[in-house]
């Protein structure tokens, strides 16, 4: 169930990632801020999807809730942490956007991995 709302909730980013571009290419001013939010769930989505089917690889019977919560829990932590460390991307700052994207496309090929076939 957790791999199937993640999956929805990475087809609804993967529309929304493409209404916001084609609304960035008439407009390039008027969609910053919801780019950068955009980027920002889909980094929590990846990530909350990864540990979910990581953690359903594994057989562990809390693997969807434990993703549901480390998708946020993770974000809010690299964002904690970029207070020091400034390469790191932080929740509400625009111009991080494309380092939030990087964190998505990173944890959606985790997910991909994990959810693989175990007996292939």
């Known amino acids: 169930l957790a791999l199937r709302m993640s999956g929805l909730a990475l087809l609804l980013v993967i529309v929304g990632a ?7 290419e008439r407009d390039p001013d008027a969609l910053a801020h919801w780019s950068a939010r955009l980027a920002e769930l889909a980094a929590t989505a990846g990530l909350g999807l990864a540990v979910a089917a ?29 207070v020091r460390l400034s390469w790191l991307p932080s929740i509400g700052m625009t111009e991080d ?4 994207w990087q964190v998505a496309a990173v944890a959606g090929a985790v997910a991909v991995w994990q959810s693989r076939d175990p007996y292939r």
Request: hydrophobic letters at 50%; aromatic letters at 2%.
């Open 54 to 82: 990581h953690g359903t690889r594994r057989e562990v019977d809390s693997a969807p809730e434990v993703g549901a919560l480390a998708g946020p829990l993770t974000l809010l932590v690299v964002s904690a942490l970029a």
């Open 97 to 100: 956007a494309g380092r939030w």
């Open 18 to 24: 493409t209404v916001v571009a084609i609304a960035e």
